[in-house]
């Protein structure tokens, strides 16, 4: 069977059962980039779980397309005392899912519990001396220091989103799911309709009260509904999804693999736009625990393994303007980016100085355990590359192909390989969430922290950077802490860097009002 003809197979086993619900302009019908395994937006860094947060629940601030924070929940906000006292206000019509109203404990207790979870939430709190709630709608805040990215904080884009819940929700340990998913956003999450693995359902909140002012951009300004139901449906296999939307069986698909670009491309009633020009930036992350990795030398000797353009090939094929080489510890074309300590990624490739530095690792051919979440295709690409380098300097790698769902929760083990421990993953974040120190996990030093991200790297002098960072007076310094700070990193290798590339969305031509960023369902329509 060609191709083409197989999609037109699994559009029509795919569209018939749901025919009836593919009428009329009030159901969006969305194929989320992978499955949501997490509905607590505080508890997962996945993108998806920050993207069904954002449907569910509001934040105080919104980001506009140019990365500009805007007020969301909040009606305004003053600064005194030099930047160390910020009162914000609440703006009213402002309710729960549940029906109750919106308060400044809410949020109080909300920012609380994110800021355990959060780089950037983490270091608002710390220069923070008191939080409190002075009546229902304003929320103050008592610094040891300015904090002028107080608004930038509470609007955040990157996971976990800084999303308010009720203070009964709140409340709950962090580090646990909340029971129920509760919040004041401009969709309601039916839970009972929920089939994991395949489906999610959200349904407009009728009580909820856009901004009344300001202009609709990506999260900020009025949040206006067009849609009475969302459905996210989760498609494991690429060619059942390109059947789906040119069908007409499904509205939207976040992230079309590259190599079926050409077949979208062609079909007019399917339009492909890059809404993100920050694109993908792509890693593996490493198990400090774990050797050959406990050792800078076994990290290191990655660097001369891995070619960069080889793993971006893999996954956009051979169009030079769909990605960008060297890549470093910051998003390529931003204002903090650079080359510096980028030399081992250059030039060919030198097998002969990586099986040295293993050595030197006292790498002895143990067994290296690399989890491969497959149905992201980008990170299966990834992991076969990486694979296939690292056997040709003697490592014994161990390709675990698994979901993105049990992944996740495989790479908290920091037990050895027969524990069910690993020594690598491979994964990746939005350009976005690469411009800046604040929020980077992939170049914390802070292994030895309960929130520090999986990988566990440990480095005084990174952190000092980063922290460094958050006081630097002008952007030349700020530039110059960050070349420091990824000379640190490249020595250090928290995470190897692989590339970064771009990521198209796809949409039929019916759908409009789509904005710049990562998908969301306010200001968009069917006509």
């Known amino acids: 069977m060609k191709r083409r003809d197989f999609l037109a197979v699994a559009a029509a086993g795919f569209a018939a059962p749901r025919l009836a619900l593919a009428q009329g302009a009030k159901l969006m019908r969305f194929i989320p980039q992978i499955d949501l395994s997490v509905t607590d937006p505080h508890g997962s860094l996945a993108y998806v779980t920050r993207g069904h947060g954002q449907m569910v629940f509001d934040t105080l601030y919104g980001m506009d397309s140019n990365y500009r924070p805007q007020p ?61 709630a002075p009546d229902d709608r304003r929320i103050v805040f008592r610094l040891s220091k300015p904090f002028p990215l107080l608004p930038a904080a ?99 698909w976040e992230n079309p693999t590259h190599d079926l670009l050409p077949l979208l491309k062609k079909d007019r009633r399917v339009k492909i736009e890059v809404i993100n020009p920050t694109g993908a930036v792509n890693m593996m992350r490493l198990n400090h625990l774990q050797p050959p990795f406990d050792k800078p030398e076994g990290r290191q000797a990655l660097l001369y393994a891995f070619s960069q353009t080889d793993f971006m090939q893999a996954i956009v094929g051979d169009d030079a303007s769909m990605y960008h080489v060297p890549h470093g510890i910051f998003c390529p074309n931003t204002p903090l980016a650079s080359e510096a300590g980028l030399e081992p990624l250059n030039g060919p490739r030198n097998y002969d100085k990586a099986k040295q530095l293993l050595a030197q690792a006292g790498y002895g051919g143990q067994k290296v355990a690399m989890l491969v979440a497959t149905d992201y295709a980008q990170f299966k690409a990834i992991g076969e590359v990486a694979a296939d380098a690292m056997a040709k300097i003697g490592i014994n790698v161990d390709y675990i192909a698994t979901d993105w769902g049990t992944m996740l929760q495989r790479r908290s083990n920091k037990g050895p390989l027969d524990q069910g421990g690993w020594s690598c993953f491979n994964t990746g974040w939005e350009g976005a969430d690469h411009m800046d120190p604040s929020n980077h996990y992939a170049a914390r030093g802070n292994g030895n922290d309960p929130s520090a991200w999986p990988g566990w790297c440990v480095d005084q002098p990174l952190e000092d950077l980063r922290n460094a960072w958050f006081d630097a ?23 190897v860097p692989v590339g970064q590339y771009i990521q198209p969305t796809a949409y039929r031509t019916n759908v409009t009002g789509v904005s710049r960023g990562f998908p969301v369902f306010w200001g968009v329509k069917k006509v």
């Open 154 to 252: 509470l609007g955040k884009i990157s996971s976990p989103m800084p999303a308010m819940m009720p203070e009964r929700l709140a409340n709950i340990d962090p580090f646990k799911m909340i029971p129920e998913i509760i919040g004041s956003g401009p969709f309601r999450f039916l839970a009972a309709e929920r089939v994991p693995g395949s489906r999610n359902v959200y349904v407009k909140f009728d009580k909820y009260v856009p901004r009344g002012n300001g202009t609709t951009d990506w999260l900020a300004g009025p949040k206006v509904v067009h849609f009475d139901r969302v459905e996210w449906t989760t498609i494991p296999d690429a060619a059942t999804k390109v059947a789906a939307l040119q069908q007409g069986e499904q509205d939207w």
């Open 473 to 495: 007076p002008d952007l030349p310094t700020q530039q110059r802490i960050c070349r420091d700070l990824q000379v640190r990193a490249m020595q250090v290798l928290p995470s």
């Open 72 to 132: 969301q929940m909040v009606e305004g906000h003053v600064v005194e005392n030099d930047g160390r006292l910020w009162t914000l206000t609440l703006r009213d019509n402002l309710f729960w899912h549940d029906g109750e109203k919106v308060t400044a404990r809410d949020c109080v207790a909300s920012i609380r519990r994110w800021s355990k979870r959060d780089a950037l939430g983490g270091a608002l709190l710390a220069a923070t001396e008191e939080l409190s």
